[in-house]
């Protein structure tokens, strides 16, 4: 069997709706996921695009479409897939693409769906190509192929699924194959949030977490989030773990400032690792270009860290660009590193 992450406890999260709840997530971490779209800050396009899905699927009595998320990690791809089965009224059994190793794996999830439930894979792109080939006739057909036997006298039996709907989640759309995406109703990138987002993010999360904070104190955390909830309530985290160990019952700006100091954050949100790359570009390899193995070797980091978690914010900032020839920075990246470093 499939070795889950989640547990089989199931909480209401609405009327006759049912969601399973990660074994993970501390009791601050489950209150804090917005369980319904109404509780998801910011996204309205995205809210409004999936709302009108659910919606007209319930007045047809059908299941809702397939749906894919892209984007960066932390950005609200599971905490969608849970808002959508608690709208939808049903269970959700959430996995990963790197757990389903077998396509009997794949096979037990799939038969132990009831009707209209939700199945979420998260990392999707993760999944190996003969566990994918099983998922194709169940997403268009509802149905699952097994091969019994071996040889000539093999036998394939086909057997007919539940409606279900396939929440797939990925940071790397890219190594999806076309197969793949072409049968997902809905592929929906999930983008940075917005700075007001992030305010209202970690409002909601001081609220429930019972933290009073200075509004001085919030935009600075705000402002070094990344654009990321899941950075922004991580922070959030160490902050108060920083004013309860000094005793302070309000988070003012210097506490904020003096955690940042002890995690080595600057005032941009950028890590020890973020401004290493930065002067490594610009005193190493005279600005770039550089590629990207050379340096992930100079840093003795993964390749993929580096393109997926560090590159994607400092492109933002506008810090650093690609091209054909490898990363390259910027004006405003050098004078950064040039006055960070004097």
Known sequence: MIKSSKTTEEKNRGKNSKVVVSAGLSESEQKIRPSRFDD?????????????????????????????????????????????????????????????????DLAAILTGLKANDVLFIDEI???????EEILYPAMEDRALDIIMGKGPSAKTIRLNLEPFTLIGATTQIGKIS????????????????????????????????????????????????????????RLLRRVRDYA??????????????????????????????DRKILDLILNSFGGGPVGLSTLAASLSEDEGTL?????????????????????????KGIRYISQLYG
């Open 40 to 104: 998801i800050v910011g996204r309205e396009l995205e809210k409004k695009a999936i709302s009108m899905m659910v919606g007209s699927a319930k007045k047809r009595k059908e299941v809702v479409d397939h749906i894919l998320f892209y984007g960066p990690p932390g950005l609200g791809k599971t905490t969608f897939a849970m808002a959508i089965a608690t709208e939808i009224g049903s269970s959700i059994r959430i996995t990963s693409g790197p757990a389903i190793e077998r396509q009997g």
């Open 178 to 233: 076309s197969p793949m995406r072409d049968r997902f109703g809905l592929v929906q990138r999930l983008d940075f949030f917005e700075h007001e987002d992030m305010n209202r993010i970690i409002k909601r999360a001081c609220k429930l977490w019972s933290i009073q904070m200075e509004d001085q104190a919030l935009e600075l955390l705000s402002k070094c989030s990344r654009g990321t909830a899941r950075i922004g309530l």
């Open 307 to 331: 393109s997926e978690v560090h590159e994607p914010y400092l492109m933002k900032c506008g810090f650093i660009k690609r091209t054909n020839r490898g990363r390259v920075l910027t004006e």
């Open 244 to 273: 309860q160990d000094k005793d302070r019952d309000v988070v003012s700006l210097e506490v904020v400032q003096r955690t940042f100091e002890l995690l080595g954050i600057d005032e941009m949100g950028l890590e020890g690792i």
């Open 125 to 131: 792109h993760r999944l190996s190509p003969t566990v």
